[in-house]
């Protein structure tokens, strides 16, 4: 799961249309994996990473602070207009507070949660997760060539990535939310302008789609990798 879709459950997106060929070149997948990794910055700055503050601007006057500590730590701060909104998972147990009064989170936002410190390299460590990796078709999204991938998780947790056929760059996302309240909606995240930080590769523009709805775009505007960061970050205050 995604932490901007987060933001999305939130306040309030459309599936590209695209052309498909199917592929059966039994080792291609093995060559698209290992050039995304190559791609973004390699496995061994990916394995190094331990902490991660990306902020982002919400594109309607809000602000959105991803904190993140490997393996399972992660929390969300969102401010609009004067409120405030944290979610957090400590690794165990997770909390929400929405201008200070406690809400309840569910077990499929927990288990969201959970997943959320392996948003930006899950792909390039699907495999070495013991995750179920499928290539799809090479096909072609707003005229460019991409490789369709399936990451199977789980039977209910399946998410479909788009890796652009020339730059091995994730372009989409695809997937379904746990939330009871989101359970029939599709997401996606169209990931554009990708920017190099420590020798990493981040999208630096999301467009965030629920359903059919037009993308609402995101830009981030600082990332901070391996910085101290303390467990009590994710514990309720």
Known sequence: KLFPMQY?????????????????EKNKLDEILEKHAEAMGGKEKWEAVETMFISMDTGDGGVMDAYTKKPDKFKLIMRYAGYEWVKSWNGKTGWILYNGEEKEMTVGEAREMAEEPDFFDELIFAKDRGYEVNLLTREKL?????????????????????????????VRIDEQSHD???????????????????????????????????????????????????????EKK
């Open 8 to 24: 999305l459950m939130w306040i309030s997106f459309l599936i590209l249309p695209v052309l498909a060929n199917p592929i059966t």
């Open 142 to 170: 707003e005229g460019v060539p991409v490789y369709k991938l399936q990451v199977v998780k789980a039977e209910d947790d399946i998410v479909t990535y788009y890796v652009n056929a020339n730059t091995y760059l994730i």
């Open 180 to 234: 009871p309240k989101w359970v029939n909606s599709s997401f996606s995240t169209l990931l554009q302008d990708y920017k190099e930080w420590q020798g990493m590769k981040f999208p630096g523009k999301w467009g965030i789609i629920i359903d059919d709805a037009k993308p609402r775009w995101m830009k981030v505007f600082d990332i901070v990798i391996n910085e101290p960061m303390k467990d009590s970050v994710f």
